[in-house]
């Protein structure tokens, strides 16, 4: 599976951005996604995860309550609404596609996030 992941952008701190991400194929049902991201310096972290259907969703302590994470099977697309950013939430943001939460085989380009203080 193929991902491009779009919407990044400057945003001042407690703005929001939507984030999305589209696969190629038409497995994309089958698959766990995921998204992670990347500061400068600092090594990829964990964002969120969805199940396959969509109904089940698990974020990083330091987003939880802020961003939100959907799925559109019908449109092989996810989608990562952040809301109230911060300037930590700077990062180059991956989307990620796996068949457990535990094994993201396909990874996206990124897409650069940038929050101003």
């Known amino acids: 599976v193929q991902l491009q992941a779009s919407g990044g952008g400057l945003v001042q701190a407690g703005g929001s951005l939507r984030l999305s991400c589209v696969a190629s194929?038409?497995?994309?049902?089958?698959?766990?996604m995921g998204w992670f991201r990347q500061a400068p310096g600092k090594e990829r972290e964990f964002v969120a995860t969805i199940s396959r259907g969509g109904g089940t969703t698990t974020y990083a302590d330091s987003v939880k309550g802020r961003f939100t994470f959907s799925r559109d099977n019908a449109k092989n697309t996810v989608y990562l609404q952040m809301n109230s950013l911060k300037p930590e939430d700077t990062a180059i943001y991956y989307c990620?596609?796996?068949?457990?939460?535990?094994?993201?085989?396909?990874w996206g380009q990124g897409t650069q996030v940038t929050v101003s203080s």
């Open positions: 990620a596609a796996g068949k457990t939460i535990a094994t993201f085989n396909y």
């Open positions: 194929g038409r497995t994309f049902s089958y698959y766990v």
